[in-house]
């Protein structure tokens, strides 16, 4: 049996996840092997519902309501216990930052290693060799895990859900007390972005360093709106408070794909072009002609951004008829 760690999110599967259980369908089939699913939360049980086409033989509930505001520690606990029970022969989830952190969290606490970000995953003897995605996705790494837990690299395979004939619901109640509870999360704050979101936008605005102070984003934020646009930063931009961790683009931030990028001010540090290397064009604005990201450019001008930005943003309202 392979099972796969159910991530949910305000009520609803996150796509990673059913996109992981169509990875484990096909391993499950190429071994001969059953799926099952385990979901941890606070009233799952309907949530199953939306299992029902991955061709999962049982799914497990963890239900408990003190994991309504999400207690990875308890959570982690609880699927260990799972797992020591009834010993699938592989255990995966989603490669996002929740499903990587439950499953260290798991395999620290079973004392078993772990890959992430998988892309494939084959058995290799008593473990497995797996492809993994590894610096934001812009290598892949081939490795042999002496382990049998690892989770699936988002977006790297479509979900494809396929008709099932019965899937059996169980209920799983694992043995916790309070320091299990230790780790919790105390409040959630949304994002108070406004217009169209950063992974949804056609054209992005990224400001670095050469920007210099939150209140000059102003003129990017300018742009972007002439544009139908969003603004992003590196991270000299998150980290100076110029813009919030949210709009971070990169390696640690968020892995854009607009048509147009349009980089001002940045250096193009690779952890950087890890989250716009998606982009189909990318336009450079940059005073220093031996900046690295002048590599990366579709088209690039040399100079400074306080004044090529406002020159833009005044000739395409000329072209817009001075709207
Ligand atoms: C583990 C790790 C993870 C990281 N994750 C990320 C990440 O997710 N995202 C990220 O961005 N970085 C990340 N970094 C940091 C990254 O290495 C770089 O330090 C960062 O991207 C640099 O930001 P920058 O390009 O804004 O600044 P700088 O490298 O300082 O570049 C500033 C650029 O602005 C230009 N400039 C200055 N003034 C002007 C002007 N007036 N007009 C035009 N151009 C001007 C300069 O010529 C220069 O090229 C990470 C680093 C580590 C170690």
Redesign the pocket.
């Given at each position: 049996m392979i099972l796969t760690i159910i991530e949910q999110d305000k009520g609803k599967i996150v796509d990673p996840s059913l996109e992981t259980l169509t990875l484990a369908r096909k391993f499950a089939a190429e071994n001969g092997i059953q799926t099952s699913a385990a979901i941890a939360g606070h009233q799952v049980r309907g949530l199953s519902d939306s299992l029902k086409n991955y061709g999962l033989a049982k799914v497990y509930l963890i239900e408990n309501e003190r994991f309504a505001k999400s207690a990875p520690d308890a959570i982690a606990k609880s699927l260990s216990q799972l797992i020591e029970k009834t010993s699938p022969t592989a255990v995966t989830a989603a490669g996002t930052e929740r499903g990587n952190e439950l499953m260290a969290r798991i395999t620290a606490r079973l004392m078993q290693p772990m890959a992430a970000n998988c892309v494939e995953v084959k058995v290799d003897g008593d473990g497995f060799r797996v492809t993994r995605q590894r610096w934001?996705g812009s290598l892949l790494e081939d490795a042999v895990l002496k382990g049998r837990f690892f989770t699936v690299a988002p977006h790297a395979a479509p979900a494809e859900p396929t008709p099932t004939a019965s899937m059996e619901i169980e209920a799983f109640n694992p043995t916790l007390d309070e320091k299990d509870f230790r780790v919790q999360i105390g409040e959630r704050i949304e994002s108070e972005r406004k217009g169209v979101s950063l992974m949804d936008a056609k054209v992005v605005i990224g400001?670095?360093?050469?920007?210099?102070s939150a209140e000059k984003f102003a003129m990017l934020e300018e742009l972007a709106g002439l544009l139908h646009g969003a603004v992003g930063?590196?991270?000299?931009?998150?980290n100076n408070g110029w813009r919030p961790h949210s709009d971070?683009?990169?390696?640690?931030?968020k892995q854009i794909a607009p048509d147009l990028y349009i980089a001002?001010?940045?250096?193009?540090?690779?952890?950087?072009i890890?989250?716009c290397k998606g982009s189909k064009r990318i336009l450079v604005?940059?005073?220093?002609a031996d900046?690295?990201?002048f590599a990366r450019a579709d088209y690039g001008v040399i100079?400074?951004?306080?004044q090529?930005i406002p020159a833009l943003i005044e000739e395409i309202r000329r072209a817009k008829g001075g709207k």
């Open positions: 934001g400001g670095g360093r050469g920007v210099g930063g590196s991270r000299v931009a998150t971070q683009i990169g390696q640690t931030g001002c001010g940045i250096s193009g540090a690779i952890q950087h890890v989250g604005i940059n005073s220093d900046a690295p990201i100079g400074d951004l306080h090529i």
